[in-house]
Structure formats: structure tokens, C-alpha cells
């Protein structure tokens, strides 16, 4: 996501770009150093000039996505005492039916490939054709 040559050469750098720069260093995901080669900024005072002028904006602007940018997620299994046991039984009761669900594919296909063998073996039409009633 670098720049071209023409924002290099000339230094100047358009005001949407300078708030991009500024809201990726204030989200975390990107540090001052990493975002001066990036973007090839000319100086870490040339970034620290945008953060002042552009930071107040950015933080009001965006507000509720910075605030939750590099915090802890809450941990989503919030399960009580006696659910646990609840959760792996269902757990275990998915797996089973999942296996259920793959013999009986493999069943199917076994079936069909019988079928298959038998037509051709005894030249005769099993399969009931579709324009047929």
C-alpha cells in the first residue's frame, strides 16, 4: 500500500491519505516506524505533525471501533456452572450424527456404484428414467 513516485518526490501528500496513515497508527495496526517506510514519510516529525493535527478528528470520528482496537475480546464461552456438561453432550451428540451422516453417504454412493455395475453387467435398466412416469 505504498505511495507513488509523484507523492515521494514532491512530499506532499493529500489530506485523506495523511487521515489513513494517521487512523491506521492510532487503531494499532500499525507502528510510527512501520507506517514512515510504508508510506514513505519523510520524517518521524512529519507523521507526528499529521497525529496532532488529524488525531483529535480521527479519535472523535471513530470513536467506538478505537475503543475496542487492541483491548482483550470478552471471552464468548461465558457458560455457567452445569451448563459444561450440557455443551459436551451436545458436542458429542454433533460428532456422532456426523459420522451417521458420512456412512450414510458412503452407503449411498456404494449403492449407486451397485447399480451402475449391475446395468452394465446385465444390460439392464434399473434406474427409473426421468422422462418416464
Do not use: C
Not at 37 to 50: D, M, N, P
Amino acid at each position: 500500500m505504498g505511495l507513488s513516485k509523484e507523492f515521494k518526490v514532491y512530499n506532499t501528500y493529500p489530506p485523506e491519505l495523511r487521515k489513513q496513515v494517521v487512523y491506521r497508527v492510532l487503531s494499532g495496526e500499525l507502528r510510527k516506524g512501520e507506517a514512515i517506510r510504508e508510506y514513505g514519510i519523510r520524517s518521524a516529525t512529519t507523521l507526528g505533525k499529521w497525529l496532532e493535527k488529524y488525531g483529535h478528528g480521527i479519535l472523535s470520528e471513530h470513536k467506538e471501533p478505537l475503543s475496542q482496537m487492541g483491548r482483550r475480546k470478552a471471552n464468548t464461552n461465558t457458560a455457567v456452572k452445569g451448563e459444561m456438561p450440557e455443551v459436551e453432550r451436545l458436542r458429542r451428540e454433533l460428532a456422532a450424527a456426523q459420522k451417521k451422516l458420512e456412512a450414510a453417504e458412503l452407503r449411498a454412493e456404494a449403492y449407486s456404484m451397485m447399480i451402475d455395475i449391475a446395468e452394465r453387467e446385465l444390460k439392464v435398466a434399473i434406474r427409473k428414467k426421468s422422462a418416464t412416469k
